[in-house]
């Protein structure tokens, strides 16, 4: 399983940004895809989650401003990122769970800054 994610980059506070993932190789037809996110010095923290039936999980600084969806045809998840605030720079990396094995691909820069 490999995973492909774009969309990373600067941005002023208030502002938006679309990350994408794709995913390639035998990654099943279950499995959850997300985000997770890591800040220097800070630990690798879950941003959203969403399995393959369109459910989706995030955590509570991001709710109302983020969303995650998938494109299940393309193989793909996303990450609409809206009102994005200083706190949430960070390294961005993608994730696939299949339950028993867990995938990551390269992470991408989010940086929130004027």
């Known amino acids: 399983v490999q995973l492909q994610a774009s969309g990373g980059g600067l941005v002023q506070p208030g502002g938006s940004l679309r990350l994408s993932c794709a995913a390639s190789g035998n990654i099943g037809s279950r499995n959850a895809m997300g985000w997770y996110r890591q800040a220097p010095g800070r630990q690798r923290e879950s941003v959203a989650t969403?399995?393959?039936?369109?459910?989706?999980t995030y955590r509570d600084s991001v709710k109302g401003r983020f969303t995650i969806s998938r494109d299940n045809a393309k193989n793909t998840v996303y990450l609409q990122m809206n009102s994005l605030k200083a706190e949430d720079t960070a390294v961005y990396l993608c994730?696939?769970?299949?339950?028993?094995?867990?995938?990551w691909g390269q992470g991408t820069l989010v940086t929130v800054s004027s």
């Open positions: 994730n696939l769970n299949k339950g028993v094995a867990d995938y």
């Open positions: 969403i399995g393959s039936g369109g459910i989706a």
